[in-house]
């Protein structure tokens, strides 16, 4: 049943156009007023709807948009459930479950190139840049801090490269012990992320094969999944000895006092995608205008996140139980400009989380293609594709119509600027911001694979 929802406020405008013209038509109507009216009476097919999530910061559109309203906004009734671990959340997102996720941006483009789990899945709505962080142990920083170049204050120079971990891992080779760090998911961000900042080092992480899914072959650090709220605890127990993660769980290992977060993602790739908003094609198919209008809400939900003096607000709203759980301190150490590295050591780090601003909301093809590259790199794509086919895949699972449909009507309606939707065509300008200074083109993705000495070449 396809329920149509009206604002009070076209309502209120309608009136008072008739009270004021009487029966006279007016034939002459702005293309802004049309867009508007298409937006206060979208039909949405699914109204009730359920979204899981993982106890993340970066999951904070998903809180917002609920919390703040605007999934009501749009006509939409949405349940925002917390889930285990990210293959639970792919499972129940593809067999129907749920409605849509919060999710790694990995996770649809893997499942669309054939590794693990295939299914075809859409992302409308970027949720997020940077926003991870590497930590280790404490006895590993204590390794490697001597190698750590320091200011005049004797503070470590950020960002700290692998080099620094060197000597550590060949301490414990010669013990005869593997060296073993944790990561939250095959296809994550932090699997990736992790893998750059070792291999910019001359440290191989490990290869994938069609036979071997380990990720472990030829590894001189022994790479693992650990789902993320579980990575202080295996930290401490002596399980792992380090991990990439997202927040608050490298700020938890601060405050609990057992590692020390050594580099963020922003170091390794400046205002790098992190999550996305994930649907089934067939429910983006079938219920188009919900797509719209989930999108809209989101698109809102990250401008109110990166507006000035909200994220004390947001910080309130993640460390309910339902939602992240943190406690607030916790949180706030990186959602509200700054980032602890020691409990002595907070530094301003004003982009460590971006949910708005350089067009954080728009699933740019170029990230896909960033990721299509990553898993041929490292072995999760078997065998060499052409440059055709990243672009292609790309296109299939980001949805960036989608998201300029939900945009312009927020523009019609007076909730955004008109000059927050890029002008693009959906690939990012090539940049070498990165940690090792490489030079990535998403239009370039065979010369990009071929540019690294570790890893596949093509």
């Given at each position: 049943m396809k329920i149509t929802f009206f604002k009070a406020s076209t309502l209120i405008a309608a009136a008072f156009m008739l009270a004021s013209c009487g029966n006279k038509k007016k034939k002459e109507t702005t293309k802004t007023s049309d867009v508007a009216q298409?937006?206060?009476?979208?039909?949405?097919?699914?109204?009730?709807?359920?979204?899981?999530?993982?106890?993340?910061?970066?999951?904070?559109?998903?809180?917002?948009?609920?919390?703040?309203?605007?999934?009501?906004?749009e006509g939409l009734f949405v349940s925002v459930e917390a889930q285990s671990n990210w293959k639970n959340i792919l499972d129940r997102v593809i067999d129907g479950q749920l409605d849509?996720?919060?999710?790694?941006?990995?996770?649809?483009?893997?499942?669309?190139?054939?590794?693990?789990?295939?299914?075809?899945?859409?992302?409308?709505?970027?949720?997020?840049?940077?926003?991870?962080?590497?930590?280790?142990s404490n006895k590993v920083w204590e390794g490697m801090e001597p190698h750590v170049k320091k200011d005049g204050n004797g503070k470590p120079i950020h960002p700290i490269s692998a080099d620094a971990l060197k000597p550590v891992i060949t301490q414990y080779k010669n013990e005869g012990k593997p060296f073993k760090m944790g990561m939250v998911f095959p296809v994550s961000t932090h699997n990736y992320e992790i893998r750059y900042w070792l291999a910019a080092a001359g440290i191989n992480p490990g290869m994938y094969s069609a036979d071997n899914i380990q990720g472990q072959i030829d590894a001189e650090v022994l790479l693992s999944v650990t789902p993320p709220p579980q990575m202080p605890a295996t930290l401490e127990a002596g399980t792992i000895y380090g991990y990439c993660v997202g927040e608050?769980?490298?700020?938890?290992?601060?405050?609990?006092?057992?590692?020390?977060?050594?580099?963020?993602?922003?170091?390794?790739?400046?205002?790098?995608?992190?999550?996305?908003?994930?649907?089934?094609?067939?429910?983006?198919?079938?219920?188009?205008?919900?797509?719209?209008?989930?999108?809209?809400?989101l698109i809102r939900a990250g401008q109110w996140l990166d507006a000035p003096g909200n994220r004390a607000e947001a910080v309130k709203i993640l460390s309910m139980p339902q939602?992240?759980?943190?406690?607030?301190?916790?949180?706030?150490?990186?959602m509200t400009g700054t980032f602890e590295f020691e409990k002595d050591d907070k530094r301003a780090m004003p982009d460590f989380n971006v949910f708005y601003r350089y067009?954080?909301?728009?699933?740019?093809?170029?990230?896909?293609?960033?990721?299509?590259?990553?898993?041929?790199?490292?072995?999760?794509?078997?065998e060499t594709k052409p440059a055709e086919w990243y672009a292609k895949k790309a296109k299939d699972i980001y949805r960036p119509d989608i998201w300029k449909k939900a945009a312009d009507l927020l523009v019609a309606e007076g909730k955004i600027p008109a000059s927050d939707i890029p002008e693009t065509d959906g690939y990012k300008p090539a940049t070498t911001d990165f940690i090792d200074g490489n030079k990535y083109d998403g239009k370039d993705p065979i010369g990009y694979i071929n540019s690294f000495k570790i890893g596949n070449k093509d």
């Open positions: 298409v937006s206060s009476s979208l039909e949405i097919e699914k109204p009730q709807l359920t979204f899981g999530f993982i106890k993340l910061t970066d999951m904070a559109p998903l809180a917002i948009a609920k919390e703040k309203g605007f999934f009501e906004d849509g996720s919060h999710m790694l941006a990995g996770q649809p483009i893997a499942a669309g190139a054939g590794f693990g789990r295939q299914a075809a899945l859409v992302t409308p709505f970027s949720m997020d840049l940077n926003g991870n962080a590497i930590t280790v608050p769980w490298n700020q938890q290992a601060v405050a609990k006092g057992i590692g020390v977060p050594v580099v963020t993602n922003y170091d390794i790739w400046k205002n790098n995608p992190e999550k996305v908003f994930v649907m089934t094609k067939k429910f983006v198919e079938e219920n188009p205008n919900t797509a719209i209008a989930v999108t809209k809400a939602y992240v759980g943190a406690d607030e301190a916790v949180l706030a150490n990186s067009n954080a909301t728009y699933p740019f093809y170029s990230d896909a293609v960033w990721f299509l590259t990553q898993m041929r790199r490292w072995g999760q794509i078997p």
